[in-house]
C-alpha cells in the first residue's frame, strides 16, 4: 500500500513537472504582467486625476486631486447654465453622426467597386488612394480653406462633416476592400447566375456579409469628430457653429481667467457616451481591425 501511495506521488511530480513551463517563461511572464501593470497606472491614473478635478471645489488645478475631500458638482451645473456647452455639444453630435452615415455609405460601396468589379485604372486608383492615406489632413488645410470660401461653405457644420468624411475616405476605402475581398465569390457569381444584377448582389449578399466591419468604421468615425480641434478652429467662426472641442478649449486659453475644473466636467461629459459605446460594441472594433487587415 505505502509503495502505491509513493509511487502515485511521484506521477504527480513528474506531471507537476512537465507541465510546468520552464523558468525563462516564468520570468517572461512577470515582466510582461509588471509591464501591463504600470501601462495600467499610466493610463488610469490621469483619468482619475480628470475625474477628480471635474468635482474638485475651485477653478485652477491646485486644489484638484483624483479622490477630492469636498466633492461638489457645481462644474457640472455651471457647464450647462453659464456656458453654451449643450449646443457645442448637439453640434458635435451632428457632425459626427453626418460623418458615420456618409463614411459608412460611401466607404461599403467604394470597398465593393474596388474589390469586385475590374476596370481600367483600378490599380492606380488604388495606389493614389493609398498615397492619399499617407498624409495628414491638417496638411491640406489651405486648399480646405480657400475651397469653402470660394463655395461659400465657411462657417458650415455640414462642410465640416464633409472635410472629415473625404480626410477618412481613402483608409476606409482600403480597410473595406481588403475584408470584401475575403468575402467568397461564389456567392456573387450563384446570384449572378440566377440573374441578380449587381446592385442587387451588393445589396442582398455582399452588404450583409460586411456589417462587422461597417460597424467598426460607424464607431470610429463616429468618435473622431468630436475630439478634432484643427479643422473646426479654422472652418467654424460663429460661437453659435462651435463644437465640443472649441468651446472646452475657449475655457482654458486665457492664462489669467481659467476654469480648469469646468473643462474637466465638460471632457468626462464627452468621454461617457463614447466609452459606453465602446464597451458594448468592442467585439465589432477587434473583428473589424483584424479582418480588415488581412487582405488588401
Known sequence: MTATLEATGRARAARKRRHRPPRGERVASAFLHLELLVVAVI????????????????????????????????????????????????????????????S???????????????????????LGILILQMFPTFLTAIAVYMLFLNFGLLDSLTGLALVSIAAAL???????????????ASLDEAAAIDGASRWTIFMKIVLPLMRPMLTFVAITQFTMPWMDFILPALLLQSPEKQTVALGLFAMIEDVYQNAFTTFAAGAVILAVPITILYIVLQRYLVTGASAGAEKG
Not at 170 to 184: A, C, I, R, S, V
Request: glycine share 10%; hydrophobic share 45%; proline share 6%.
Open 43 to 102: 493610463v488610469v491614473f490621469p483619468l482619475m486625476w480628470i475625474v477628480g478635478a471635474s468635482f474638485s471645489p475651485g477653478t485652477g488645478l491646485a486644489n484638484a486631486s483624483p479622490i477630492p475631500e469636498d466633492a461638489t458638482l457645481d462644474h457640472y451645473v455651471s457647464l450647462f447654465t453659464e456656458t453654451d456647452y449643450g449646443r457645442w455639444y448637439l453640434n458635435s453630435l451632428y457632425v459626427a453622426t453626418l460623418n458615420m452615415v456618409g
Open 104 to 126: 459608412v455609405v460611401l466607404s461599403a460601396l467604394c470597398g465593393y467597386v474596388f474589390s469586385r468589379i475590374k476596370f481600367r485604372g483600378r490599380k492606380a486608383g488604388l
Open 170 to 184: 481613402p483608409y476606409n476605402t482600403w480597410l473595406m476592400k481588403g475584408y470584401t475581398d475575403n468575402l467568397p
